[in-house]
């Protein structure tokens, strides 16, 4: 059953040129073995972590060099996850993450499906919807004729 689902999108260029301003930012969002990659590869590396995120509902617990993207033999991105982020994935009773990456144009794309059995415990299924709540209505104020458009209202 999917019980999450995230997307994110990364302009390129605006990205590598807060990396040249900002250098430690690839030591706190990257894991060694991504540092090394091109800079459309890391921001799409950048929104499918984003994305993920948001598949998990938040970033409690989570810690971007715990996730790492890798592909399997045939080039299918993929999720590594390491230390507090494993757990926070597993405590929610994610079973599987699905991950689909792809840039162009400029821009870096990421979409993720976090799923989990249906019988997990730890995953809230269903979520109340509440109706919003009602502000007392005052008495309506009696209507007034509109004044005519003058000259620069007509324009």
Sequence with gaps: MIVGIGVDIVDIPRFERTLERTPRL??????????????????????????????????????WTEIEVTPEASGRPWFTLGGSTADV????????????????????????????????????????????????TAPAAPATPAAPAGPEETR
Excluded at 30 to 51: D, T, V
């Design 26 to 63: 690839l030591e706190r969002l990257f894991s060694p073995g991504e540092r090394m990659l091109p800079p459309r590869s890391l921001a799409a590396r950048y929104a499918a972590k984003e994305a993920l995120i948001k598949a998990l509902g938040g970033s409690d617990g989570v810690h």
């Design 89 to 136: 994935v597993a405590s929610r009773g994610i079973t599987a993450v699905h991950l689909s990456m792809s840039h162009d144009a400029g821009l870096a794309t990421a979409y993720v499906v976090a799923e989990s059995d249906a019988s997990a415990s730890a995953v809230a299924v269903v979520r109340p919807v509440r109706p919003a709540p009602t502000a007392p």
